[in-house]
DNA sequence: GCCGTTATGTGATTTTGTCACTGCAGAGCC
DNA sequence: GGCTCTGCAGTGACAAAATCACATAACGGC
């Protein structure tokens, strides 16, 4: 709650006449997990903030395969929804909500005039850009060069948060995560738990030895 | 030259002293072909607008190979440049002039002025910014889901103009156009001339059936 | 317990990527 | 003409990954 007050008051402070006006027609919505959030080739006509939750976004091939772009998570903003709603082209990918997700509905013609007053907001929407197009950079590179054992590896570990612990996808989930195939993961997996670093469950990956995992993932480079 | 005013005039009209003012800043540069423009890591002060010409942006992998992201041409701003300016990270990519290339730089500060003021620069700016997300994402689709024969196949049609000719480029620069390695195009266009479709040579490759190969690509889907 | 659904396991085959070379053409030089 | 250098292209062997076509296995209702 406080999260979405902050980011109001940050951009729309209480003394700025001009933005109060633009304020009252920010809208707040909750979305229940897996809602679609927007699909390829629909049209933008509003800006998205995430105030709590996650958005994934992702490509979808034409054989049924999906690789995740991205997350938007809390406080940040859908770049693609940015970009779209300027230069009013249609999404070239898809968002659904990982979790339950509240977010700021912002107003094509409110966000346009507020990114004219206000340098603030101009800051924020831009460092989103930039940091989603490094994401897309990094995607790319990975998916390019990288291995699948060491992605998987990472991912892993960056899911458990580096200790011990559960990690809970279906091998599906996780291979597009990874931009691969699913059976590519089950037979890695199978790999990882004959080597004693992970064991893995329905719908889950129980994270045994870490460090190893990272030492996979730093021997490829 | 003409490229030059054009985009001037449009952004920063004679009739607005505001502008006049900003355009003052605005300085033009030309660069040689193969020229690097920014690595990745470097931090960036400017915003670039290429004129004429073109800039390739692409990733280097640890282990020497590359992908090409995108292509900034005739009229258009890099991205990358745009967000990093704001967000003050560095960038993700290197950048390198394919021909003699002619760019508009605008300092940071113009850029930021100019961004608040004029409705029109933040729409080219944005708009800019979509293209190349598009852009991205596409790339991330092909090297993730896309099969090398017929990705090869399409680039080689696009690059003679879809009519028979010849094409320019070594293996090795294919390869990155593709995010591919030099032996597997190399492989793949011997396949192509076994085929009849085309004649390799050295440092080119001939487009016979410009047709056959588009069939070769939507065969594929 | 039975049934339908979803998740996972596996073998066979094809396509890609990697490595380690060889061969070849052209530029510049004597 | 013959050299050497250098960058481009060809190739065989092998590893990794993707694809296809299934077989199982686990779970959730009922």
Same mark, same amino acid.
């Given at each position: 709650?406080?999260?979405?007050?902050?980011?109001?008051?940050?951009?729309?402070?209480?003394?700025?006449?001009?933005?109060?006006?633009?304020?009252?027609?920010?809208?707040?919505?909750?979305?229940?997990?897996?809602?679609?959030?927007?699909?390829?080739?629909?049209?933008?006509?509003?800006?998205?903030?995430?105030?709590?939750?996650?958005?994934?976004?992702?490509?979808?091939?034409?054989?049924?395969?999906?690789?995740?772009?991205?997350?938007?998570?809390?406080?940040?903003?859908?770049?693609?929804?940015?970009?779209?709603?300027?230069?009013?082209?249609?999404?070239?990918?898809?968002?659904?909500?990982?979790?339950?997700?509240?977010?700021?509905?912002?107003?094509?013609?409110?966000?346009?005039?507020?990114?004219?007053?206000?340098?603030?907001?101009?800051?924020? &929407?831009? #460092?989103?850009?930039? !940091?989603?197009? @490094?994401? =897309?950079?990094?995607?790319? *590179?990975? $998916?390019?060069?990288?291995?699948?054992?060491?992605?998987?590896?990472?991912?892993?570990?960056?899911?458990?948060?580096?200790?011990?612990?559960? &990690?809970? #996808?279906?091998?599906? !989930?996780?291979? @597009?995560? =990874?931009?691969?195939?699913? *059976?590519? $993961?089950?037979?890695?997996?199978?790999?990882?738990?004959?080597?004693?670093?992970?064991?893995?469950?329905?719908?889950?990956?129980?994270?045994?030895?870490?460090?190893?995992?990272?030492?996979?993932?730093?021997?490829?480079?």
């Amino acid at each position: 709650m406080s999260g979405a007050a902050d980011i109001l008051e940050q951009w729309f402070p209480q003394d700025d006449l001009v933005l109060q006006q633009l304020r009252r027609q920010v809208q707040r919505v909750q979305l229940p997990s897996g809602q679609a959030v927007f699909r390829r080739g629909d049209a933008c006509r509003n800006y998205l903030v995430v105030i709590r939750g996650s958005v994934r976004v992702q490509a979808l091939s034409a054989g049924g395969r999906e690789v995740v772009l991205y997350r938007v998570t809390d406080g940040q903003s859908c770049v693609i929804t940015t970009s779209c709603l300027i230069s009013e082209e249609s999404y070239p990918a898809e968002g659904i909500t990982d979790e339950e997700t509240d977010a700021l509905v912002i107003p094509q013609v409110v966000f346009n005039e507020a990114l004219g007053y206000s340098e603030a907001f101009r800051r924020f &929407v831009f #460092a989103n850009q930039g !940091q989603r197009l @490094s994401d =897309l950079i990094q995607r790319v *590179e990975d $998916v390019a060069f990288g291995r699948v054992d060491a992605r998987l590896a990472k991912h892993l570990v960056d899911r458990c948060g580096n200790q011990p612990g559960s &990690v809970s #996808a279906t091998h599906q !989930q996780l291979a @597009s995560e =990874l931009g691969t195939a699913r *059976e590519v $993961v089950s037979r890695q997996l199978k790999v990882f738990e004959k080597e004693g670093l992970i064991a893995v469950h329905r719908g889950a990956v129980e994270v045994i030895r870490p460090d190893a995992l990272t030492r996979v993932w730093e021997q490829v480079h």
